[in-house]
């Protein structure tokens, strides 16, 4: 028996494919779940709250909520490396903190906390102007890449369904932030979070110094007023941060 999963990111390409859902243009998933990193931005769980559950309920689904206590590791991997993709004085290094915080959270959901058995089949938000982030791994579906959907067309989805667009979601820690970003985590009581997370990174680090933002500076010290820089791209294992 073969289990669908939507697999809840909390951007504008999930909300399309929720809304996708409804209208029935997508098949209805057998569940819809968000990994919850304990970090996730405010603005990503107040949406799910006022938009998401409300729209899924139409159909009768639930928004499950992967908990983080199902990570086996958090910002380091069993080997000691770095999971979040700090930036260092030479580079930055790569991402692996959506799979092991996202991926795979949402896997053991399936399996320990809904006890399904048999074939998993995870839909990822990919749109069509990220076809190029498709791996082939086995056991993911993307719906959008099927009906070539851009970002853009999700956007309209999204308006043409009465909702309002979902700010970018992602982890309040995220080296991936640009200013605008930045400054809301900085207006938000998750601001000290970051903080702590880069001095505790930087404390126990062997290289000469790792850095949440882009500037290579300690979080206090950093002008988020400074100009944006261009966006990054974003390449988080599963690419669920960010859609």
Not at 75 to 95: A, I, Q
Not at 116 to 140: M, P, T, Y
């Amino acid at each position: 028996m073969t289990t669908t999963i939507l697999n809840y990111g909390g951007g504008t390409q999930t909300l399309a494919m929720c809304v996708l859902v409804t209208r029935g243009v997508l098949p209805k998933p057998d569940y819809v779940i968000a990994a919850d990193t304990g970090r996730e931005v405010i603005s990503t769980w107040e949406y799910a709250d006022t938009y998401a559950r409300p729209l899924l309920a139409t159909v009768g689904l639930d928004l499950h909520i992967a908990g983080h206590e199902l990570a086996t590791v958090d910002l380091y991997g069993k080997n000691g490396d770095v999971l979040v993709p700090v930036f260092t004085s030479t580079g930055k290094l790569s991402t692996y903190c959506s799979g092991e915080w996202k991926a795979r959270v949402v896997q053991r959901y399936a399996r320990k906390v809904l006890n399904i058995d048999g074939e998993l089949v995870n839909w990822i938000g990919f749109s069509f102007d990220e076809r190029n982030r498709v791996k082939g791994d086995a056991g993911r579906a993307y719906p959008l890449l099927d009906l070539m959907l851009t970002k853009t067309d999700c956007q309209q989805i999204i308006i043409g369904a009465g909702l309002p667009l979902p700010r970018k979601s992602r982890c309040a820690i995220c080296p991936h932030q640009n200013n605008d970003e930045w400054r809301e985590v900085r207006d938000s009581n998750q601001w000290p979070l970051a903080v702590a997370v880069d001095e505790e990174l930087r404390a126990n680090d062997e290289r000469g110094g790792v850095w949440l933002h882009s500037s290579r500076q300690p979080q206090e010290a950093v002008d988020l007023n400074a100009a944006t820089r261009p966006e990054p791209a974003r390449q988080c294992g599963l690419g669920m941060c960010f859609v």
